[in-house]
C-alpha cells in the first residue's frame, strides 16, 4: 500500500521576532518525530498564504500547519488548535492580496487538483509581531519548549488512527 | 468573542471570532461636518518596527536577502531594488548576461502577481459583477463563469511564473540568486528550453485574459461608467520609470512624471530622488505621504496645483508613451483609444495590470530567446570602495526605491526603502473620501459604503506590510463614522 504523504507545513517570518515560531516550531518536530511506518512525511517552511498554499498542498493526503496567533485573551506560548472557520483571525492563513486557505482548497478541489483530505491548524499565541528581530519574546521562548512537546504529542496521538477519519469538508 | 472546548488531546480548541484581532487593522476614520457629510476621510495602518535598526551594521550584500523577507507578497520586487541598490554600493554594473537573466526573472515576478491580483481581486467585481451576491464575488465565482478549464489555466500559468522565479532565483519566495554586480547562477540549455516554452504560453494567457476583460467589461455599460465615471477618479500625477523612448520599463530607466494632463513635468535619475519628493507627515498617520517637492504639499486635494502623484499599473502606463513590444503596444493602444489619456479613473488599474501582464511575457520570450541568456559570464569583479547606492524598481504596485549607504568596508550605515502604498498613501486617503462622499449624504450612511470603500483601495491594492514593514495577514477593515466634535456616530468593520 502507498504510504501515506503528510506535510507539516510552518507558517511565519523569520525576521518579525514571534512571527517566526512557526516556522521554528517545524523545525524542532523534524527533529524530533519519529516518522511512523506507513507514513511519508514533508516538513516545509512558508511566509505567504493566498495561492502559494496551494502549490504547497497540491497532492498530499494530509497537512498539519503550524501558524502564530494573537488573540490577545491566551497567555503567550498557548498552543491551541483553530478550526477552518477561523482562518480570518491567523496572522498568515489569509491574505487580502489573493485567496484564503479556505478557498485556496476549495478551488483546487473545484479544478480537479487532488488537495488534502485531512488538515489540522495549530497555532501558538505570540506577543511580539510588530518589530523586526531575529528573537522570541521571552514569554514565548519560554512556552516553547512545551509548546514542541504538546503538539509533538497531539500530532502522535493522531498518527494512531486518527489522521483518515478526521476528513473535514471546505463548502 | 473566543469560544474554547477542550479536546481528547488536550488541546483547546478554539473559535474566534475575527473581531477579536484588532491588530493589523486596515482603519478608515471618516469625518462628518456639520450637515452630516463627509469632511475627511483617512485610511490608516499599524506601524511596524525597527526595519532600518534591523539592517544597520550588516554587511550591505546581505540586504538582497533580508529585504525581500519584509514581505511575502512581492519578495522579487525587493530583491531586484535591493540588488541594483548594492551593485550601486559597490560601483559597479552586472554583466549583459546577468541583467537578462535578472530581468527575465523580473518580468515573472510580474507575471505571478499580476495573475493572482487580477483572477482573485478584480475579475471577482468585473468578470462575476459588482452586483452578484457576495458569496460569488470570489475567485471561485469567476471559475464558475469561466469554467474549470479556464480556471485551471489560471493557475497553471500563476504556477509557471513562480517556477521561472525559481530557476533563476534559487528559491520562487525569497530568492538569493542576485549578487553586487551579477548573478550567483547561470542558466542551463535545459532550463533555457523549458522557460521557453512557458513564456509562449504566457504570451497566450495574456491575451486570453485581456479578451476576457475586454468581453466582461466593455459589452457592459454600467462597467465602462464605473471605469470612466468620475466616482473612481482624481487628477493626480503619475510617476514611473521608463526607458530612453519613454516606454514602460520594470527593471530600469529614468524616473518620469507626467502631471494631470499628462505632459511631462520630470524626468530624473534614481539618485535624484530626494530633490524630486519630499515627504510629508501627518500626526494621525504612520505613514508618511510623499509629494512632489517642487509643487509642495497643499493637503489631501487633487489637481494640477496639488503635489500629489499616484503609482502602479495605471500610472506606468500614463507616464509611458508606449509599451516596448508589439502585442501589448497594441493593448495599450487600444485602452488609451477606449479611455482617453491620460486615464484618471483608478479601476483602470485593472486593465493596465493585464496590458503589462501581455509586456511581461513578450519581452520574456525576447529574454529567453537571446543568445547572451546562457552565456555564464554572469558576475563583474568588486574593486571599488563600498559607500553608497541607489536600486529602483517598478513593483507590481508601483515604483520601489531602496536607498543605501555604507562605510569603507561595506556594513550597512543607512537603509532608505519607499514602497508603493506609501507613494500611493495621498491617493488612496482621496479616493477612499471620495468613494465615502457618495454614500454617505446629510447623516445619512448608504449600505453600500464598505463595499464602495472597498473597491476604491482595492484598485490599489495596498500592500499594508510592506508599507509598514510588516507582513500581511487578512486585512480586516473598520470604518468609523465621527461627527465634528469627534464622536462616534456609527462604526462599520469588515472581517
Same mark, same amino acid.
Given at each position: 500500500?502507498?504510504?501515506?504523504?503528510?506535510?507539516?507545513?510552518?507558517?511565519?517570518?523569520?525576521?518579525?521576532?514571534?512571527?517566526?515560531?512557526?516556522?521554528?516550531?517545524?523545525?524542532?518536530?523534524?527533529?524530533?518525530?519519529?516518522?511512523? &511506518?506507513?507514513?511519508?512525511?514533508?516538513?516545509?517552511?512558508?511566509?505567504?498564504?493566498?495561492?502559494?498554499?496551494?502549490?504547497?498542498?497540491? =497532492?498530499?493526503?494530509?497537512?498539519?500547519?503550524?501558524?502564530?496567533?494573537?488573540?490577545?485573551?491566551?497567555?503567550?506560548?498557548?498552543?491551541?488548535?483553530?478550526?477552518?472557520?477561523?482562518?480570518?483571525?491567523?496572522?498568515?492563513?489569509?491574505?487580502?492580496?489573493?485567496?484564503?486557505?479556505?478557498?485556496?482548497?476549495?478551488?483546487?478541489?473545484?479544478? =480537479?487538483?487532488?488537495?488534502?483530505?485531512?488538515?489540522?491548524?495549530?497555532?501558538?499565541?505570540?506577543? &511580539?509581531?510588530?518589530?523586526?528581530?531575529?528573537?522570541?519574546?521571552?514569554?514565548?521562548?519560554?512556552?516553547?519548549?512545551?509548546?514542541?512537546?504538546?503538539?509533538?504529542?497531539?500530532?502522535?496521538?493522531?498518527?494512531?488512527?486518527?489522521?483518515?477519519?478526521?476528513?473535514?469538508?471546505?463548502? | 468573542?473566543?469560544?474554547?472546548?477542550?479536546?481528547?488531546?488536550?488541546?483547546?480548541?478554539?473559535?474566534?471570532?475575527?473581531?477579536?484581532?484588532?491588530?493589523?487593522?486596515?482603519?478608515?476614520?471618516?469625518?462628518?461636518?456639520?450637515?452630516?457629510?463627509?469632511?475627511?476621510?483617512?485610511?490608516?495602518?499599524?506601524?511596524?518596527?525597527?526595519?532600518?535598526?534591523?539592517?544597520?551594521?550588516?554587511?550591505?550584500?546581505? %540586504?538582497?536577502?533580508?529585504?525581500?523577507?519584509?514581505?511575502?507578497?512581492?519578495?522579487?520586487?525587493?530583491?531586484?531594488?535591493? $540588488? #541594483?541598490?548594492?551593485?550601486?554600493?559597490?560601483?559597479?554594473?552586472?554583466?549583459?548576461?546577468? #541583467?537578462? %537573466?535578472?530581468?527575465?526573472? /523580473?518580468?515573472?515576478?510580474?507575471?505571478?502577481?499580476?495573475?493572482?491580483?487580477? /483572477?482573485?481581486?478584480?475579475?471577482?467585481?468585473?468578470?462575476?459583477?459588482?452586483?452578484?451576491?457576495?458569496?460569488?464575488?470570489?475567485?471561485?465565482?469567476?471559475?464558475?463563469?469561466?469554467?474549470?478549464?479556464?480556471?485551471?489555466?489560471?493557475?497553471?500559468?500563476?504556477?509557471? +511564473?513562480?517556477?521561472?522565479?525559481?530557476?533563476?532565483?534559487?528559491?520562487?519566495?525569497?530568492?538569493?540568486?542576485?549578487?553586487?554586480?551579477?548573478?550567483?547562477?547561470?542558466?542551463?540549455?535545459?532550463?533555457?528550453?523549458?522557460?521557453?516554452?512557458?513564456?509562449?504560453?504566457?504570451?497566450?494567457?495574456?491575451?486570453?485574459?485581456?479578451?476576457?476583460?475586454?468581453? $466582461?467589461?466593455?459589452?457592459?455599460?454600467?462597467?465602462?461608467?464605473?471605469?470612466?465615471?468620475?466616482?473612481?477618479?482624481?487628477?493626480?500625477?503619475?510617476?514611473?520609470?521608463?526607458?530612453?523612448?519613454?516606454?514602460?520599463?520594470? /527593471?530600469?530607466?529614468?524616473?518620469?512624471?507626467?502631471?494631470?494632463?499628462?505632459?511631462?513635468?520630470?524626468?530624473?535619475?534614481?539618485?535624484?530622488?530626494?530633490?524630486?519628493?519630499?515627504?510629508?507627515?501627518?500626526?494621525?498617520?504612520?505613514? #508618511?505621504?510623499?509629494?512632489?517637492?517642487?509643487?509642495?504639499?497643499?493637503?489631501?486635494?487633487?489637481?494640477?496645483?496639488?503635489?500629489?502623484?499616484?503609482?502602479?499599473?495605471?500610472?506606468?502606463?500614463?507616464?509611458?508613451?508606449?509599451?516596448?513590444?508589439? #502585442?501589448?503596444?497594441?493593448?495599450?493602444?487600444?485602452?488609451?483609444?477606449?479611455?482617453?489619456?491620460?486615464?484618471?479613473?483608478?479601476?483602470?488599474?485593472?486593465?493596465?495590470?493585464?496590458?503589462?501582464?501581455?509586456?511581461? +511575457?513578450?519581452?520574456?520570450?525576447?529574454?529567453?530567446?537571446?543568445?547572451?541568456?546562457?552565456?555564464?559570464?554572469?558576475?563583474?569583479?568588486?574593486?571599488?570602495?563600498?559607500?553608497?547606492?541607489?536600486?529602483?524598481?517598478?513593483?507590481?504596485?508601483?515604483? %520601489?526605491?531602496?536607498?543605501?549607504?555604507?562605510?569603507?568596508?561595506?556594513?550597512?550605515?543607512?537603509?532608505?526603502?519607499?514602497?508603493?502604498?506609501?507613494?500611493?498613501? $495621498?491617493?488612496?486617503?482621496?479616493?477612499?473620501?471620495?468613494?465615502?462622499?457618495?454614500?454617505?449624504?446629510?447623516?445619512?450612511?448608504?449600505?453600500?459604503?464598505?463595499? *464602495?470603500?472597498?473597491?476604491?483601495?482595492?484598485?490599489?491594492?495596498?500592500?499594508?506590510?510592506?508599507?509598514?514593514?510588516? *507582513?500581511?495577514?487578512?486585512?480586516?477593515?473598520?470604518?468609523?463614522?465621527?461627527?465634528?466634535?469627534?464622536?462616534?456616530?456609527?462604526?462599520?468593520?469588515?472581517?
Amino acid at each position: 500500500m502507498k504510504d501515506y504523504s503528510l506535510c507539516i507545513l510552518g507558517l511565519g517570518n523569520e525576521i518579525l521576532k514571534d512571527d517566526a515560531v512557526g516556522i521554528l516550531l517545524v523545525r524542532e518536530l523534524e527533529k524530533e518525530l519519529e516518522v511512523p &511506518e506507513g507514513f511519508k512525511i514533508d516538513f516545509l517552511e512558508a511566509s505567504l498564504a493566498g495561492f502559494n498554499l496551494l502549490d504547497i498542498l497540491v =497532492g498530499y493526503d494530509g497537512v498539519f500547519i503550524i501558524d502564530s496567533i494573537v488573540t490577545g485573551k491566551e497567555a503567550p506560548g498557548t498552543v491551541m488548535e483553530l478550526d477552518l472557520d477561523s482562518l480570518k483571525s491567523t496572522l498568515r492563513l489569509t491574505s487580502v492580496h489573493d485567496i484564503n486557505l479556505a478557498t485556496a482548497l476549495k478551488l483546487g478541489e473545484d479544478l =480537479g487538483m487532488k488537495m488534502p483530505s485531512f488538515i489540522k491548524i495549530y497555532v501558538l499565541e505570540v506577543l &511580539e509581531i510588530f518589530e523586526f528581530g531575529e528573537e522570541l519574546s521571552e514569554p514565548v521562548k519560554e512556552a516553547f519548549p512545551l509548546a514542541v512537546v504538546r503538539l509533538k504529542a497531539a500530532i502522535e496521538g493522531l498518527f494512531s488512527g486518527g489522521l483518515v477519519d478526521a476528513r473535514v469538508s471546505f463548502d | 468573542m473566543t469560544h474554547t472546548v477542550k479536546t481528547k488531546d488536550g488541546l483547546k480548541r478554539v473559535s474566534i471570532d475575527p473581531i477579536t484581532r484588532l491588530e493589523g487593522h486596515g482603519k478608515i476614520e471618516i469625518f462628518l461636518n456639520e450637515e452630516g457629510n463627509v469632511a475627511n476621510a483617512y485610511f490608516q495602518v499599524p506601524e511596524l518596527r525597527g526595519f532600518e535598526k534591523f539592517c544597520e551594521d550588516r554587511p550591505v550584500e546581505e %540586504l538582497p536577502r533580508i529585504t525581500p523577507r519584509i514581505c511575502g507578497v512581492c519578495p522579487g520586487a525587493h530583491h531586484m531594488a535591493s $540588488a #541594483k541598490a548594492v551593485d550601486g554600493v559597490f560601483g559597479v554594473s552586472p554583466t549583459p548576461a546577468a #541583467k537578462k %537573466l535578472r530581468e527575465l526573472y /523580473y518580468v515573472n515576478h510580474m507575471i505571478h502577481s499580476h495573475i493572482a491580483h487580477f /483572477y482573485a481581486l478584480a475579475a471577482p467585481d468585473f468578470v462575476v459583477g459588482p452586483d452578484a451576491p457576495k458569496a460569488e464575488r470570489n475567485i471561485l465565482g469567476v471559475v464558475a463563469k469561466v469554467g474549470v478549464e479556464a480556471g485551471t489555466e489560471v493557475i497553471k500559468h500563476r504556477a509557471y +511564473a513562480q517556477k521561472v522565479q525559481e530557476i533563476i532565483g534559487g528559491k520562487a519566495t525569497h530568492s538569493v540568486a542576485a549578487l553586487p554586480g551579477g548573478m550567483s547562477k547561470a542558466l542551463s540549455e535545459e532550463d533555457r528550453v523549458k522557460i521557453e516554452e512557458m513564456m509562449l504560453s504566457q504570451i497566450e494567457f495574456a491575451a486570453f485574459s485581456l479578451k476576457l476583460f475586454k468581453d $466582461a467589461v466593455l459589452s457592459n455599460e454600467n462597467y465602462v461608467e464605473l471605469i470612466t465615471g468620475d466616482t473612481y477618479a482624481h487628477n493626480t500625477h503619475y510617476m514611473a520609470l521608463v526607458d530612453e523612448n519613454n516606454r514602460v520599463n520594470f /527593471y530600469e530607466g529614468m524616473i518620469r512624471v507626467v502631471d494631470t494632463k499628462g505632459e511631462e513635468l520630470y524626468r530624473f535619475k534614481p539618485e535624484e530622488y530626494l530633490e524630486y519628493i519630499g515627504e510629508h507627515v501627518e500626526s494621525w498617520s504612520y505613514l #508618511k505621504f510623499p509629494y512632489l517637492k517642487k509643487k509642495g504639499w497643499h493637503g489631501l486635494v487633487d489637481g494640477q496645483d496639488s503635489g500629489i502623484y499616484a503609482v502602479g499599473p495605471l500610472a506606468r502606463l500614463n507616464v509611458a508613451d508606449g509599451m516596448a513590444t508589439p #502585442k501589448a503596444q497594441e493593448a495599450y493602444e487600444e485602452m488609451f483609444e477606449t479611455l482617453g489619456k491620460p486615464v484618471h479613473g483608478r479601476l483602470a488599474n485593472h486593465w493596465a495590470r493585464l496590458v503589462e501582464m501581455m509586456y511581461a +511575457a513578450e519581452l520574456g520570450l525576447e529574454l529567453i530567446r537571446d543568445p547572451e541568456i546562457t552565456s555564464t559570464e554572469i558576475r563583474q569583479k568588486l574593486t571599488n570602495v563600498p559607500s553608497e547606492g541607489f536600486g529602483v524598481v517598478e513593483a507590481p504596485r508601483g515604483i %520601489l526605491f531602496h536607498h543605501y549607504q555604507t562605510d569603507e568596508r561595506g556594513m550597512a550605515k543607512k537603509v532608505n526603502i519607499i514602497v508603493a502604498t506609501t507613494h500611493n498613501n $495621498a491617493p488612496i486617503c482621496l479616493s477612499i473620501k471620495k468613494a465615502a462622499q457618495g454614500v454617505i449624504k446629510n447623516g445619512e450612511v448608504n449600505d453600500g459604503l464598505l463595499n *464602495m470603500v472597498e473597491m476604491a483601495f482595492r484598485a490599489y491594492d495596498p500592500c499594508l506590510g510592506c508599507a509598514t514593514h510588516s *507582513m500581511p495577514g487578512e486585512m480586516p477593515l473598520e470604518v468609523t463614522i465621527k461627527d465634528t466634535q469627534g464622536r462616534v456616530l456609527d462604526s462599520i468593520r469588515r472581517h
